[in-house]
């Protein structure tokens, strides 16, 4: 938390340079143009490249700047996300999962359990019952038509 008004009006200002900015990147998703890449670059520079005197902030601005090329890999590949909330929200039942039960015992478990887990996700995400595809891999209950790999699906819908 800021401790001084300097401090709040830096942490004001840079809060409203990234999220004009982060306007301005979910725009260039929605009509892409490689003419305006390093206007953004640029850009990026000069908000995290800003020194405040507000130490917690200028860590964290350093930090950004360093990760430059991770985050602004949606100006070569438009057609990724610009936050990462599908994958949170895909570990959180595993998170609540292990803060209930207390983990697993050993990492054979925990590499089970992370491999069901992105299995039922997988299902999921393409319409599958999950114990529809288990019982027809496992040769139970199989009483309708095989389920292809989830390969296949994927490619298929790609």
């Known amino acids: 938390m800021p401790g001084t008004k300097k401090e ?15 306007k301005a990147l979910k725009g260039y998703k929605q009509t892409p ?4 890449a390093p206007g953004f670059r640029l850009r990026f520079d000069r908000i995290f490249g800003l020194r405040t005197g507000y130490e917690a902030l200028d860590k964290l601005l350093a930090r950004l700047l360093r990760r430059k090329t991770e985050l ?10 610009l936050h990462t909330n599908a994958s949170e929200n895909d570990l959180r ?5 292990r803060k209930i039960s207390g983990g697993t015992m050993s990492r054979d478990g925990r590499v089970a359990r992370d491999v069901v887990h992105g299995l039922m996700k997988t299902c999921q995400k393409l319409g599958l019952s999950f114990y529809h ?7 139970i209950g199989n009483a309708g038509q095989p389920v292809p ?3 296949a699906i994927i490619l298929a819908r790609a």
Request: overall charge positive.
């Open 93 to 97: 039942t595993l998170v609540t999962k």
């Open 33 to 36: 143009s490689p003419q305006a």
């Open 149 to 151: 790999p989830l390969s």
């Open 133 to 139: 595809y288990l019982g027809d891999r496992l040769g």
């Open 72 to 81: 602004l890999k949606v100006l070569d590949y438009p057609d990724i996300p």
């Open 8 to 22: 709040e009006r830096s942490l004001t200002l840079v809060r409203d340079l990234v999220w004009r900015f982060y």
